[in-house]
């Protein structure tokens, strides 16, 4: 968060005071705490987005409600267990799209997780990075592809795994523009 002056700033506040008392109305309301050093930081109740009450059947349609959950998530909640050994890895490649892993996909990695058969990781071999299910055959590692015409990987030299793969990010396209918008509208049966 910037400081009380940057706050003025921004906002075109004429005195540190006005974003002083904002801050204070923020912070009762629980948008705000205090951090490190009395600096400000927005709580998940400031990033959070409201999480429906009724989740969306992707099969026949259901009746649900428009209720909104209490909750409030935020994207940082719900796929970081650890932030300082997590980062973002953009996938490149379709060597793993049976698995629903798509070319720009972001994978979510955890680098202190431990790899157990079965993850999902980011490995390392011969100084390069590729993303695969962990296996065993017997005691051997292999980095296994889901795609039907690639084959596994099963290292002869040094390998790591670098981290376990433990979400993915995914921006969907929009339909290109058209006259007709699918916006809302409640239709009538005649």
């Not at 004429?14 to 600096?39: C, D, N, V, Y």
């Not at 059947?57 to 650890?82: C, F, I, K, W």
């Not at 973002?88 to 680098?111: N, P």
């Not at 065993?136 to 981290?163: C, D, K, N």
Request: hydrophobic share 40%.
């Amino acid at each position: 968060m910037p400081s009380y002056a940057g706050i003025s700033e921004m906002l075109g506040f004429e005195s540190k005071a006005a974003s002083f008392k904002l801050a204070q109305r923020l912070t009762q309301q629980g948008f705000l705490r205090r951090g490190p050093h009395g600096r400000l930081v927005p709580t998940s109740r400031f990033l959070g987005i409201p999480l429906a009450a009724d989740p969306v059947r992707a099969g026949q349609p259901q009746a649900a409600s428009n209720a909104m959950e209490a909750e409030l998530v935020t994207l940082d909640s719900y796929l970081v267990d650890s932030p300082l050994s997590t980062l973002l890895v953009r996938v490149k490649g379709d060597s793993m799209i049976e698995a629903g892993i798509l070319d720009g996909d972001l994978a979510v990695v955890d680098r202190d997780k431990n790899a157990r058969a079965g993850d999902i990781v980011v490995a390392k071999i011969d100084g390069e990075f590729t993303v695969k299910e962990l296996k065993y055959r017997g005691t051997e590692p292999v980095l296994q592809p889901h795609h039907p015409t690639m084959s596994a990987i099963q290292p002869q030299g040094p390998w790591q795994v670098f981290g376990v793969v433990c979400g993915i990010v995914r921006r969907l396209p929009r339909a290109p523009r058209s006259g007709r918008t699918g916006r809302r509208k409640e239709v009538e049966s005649a």
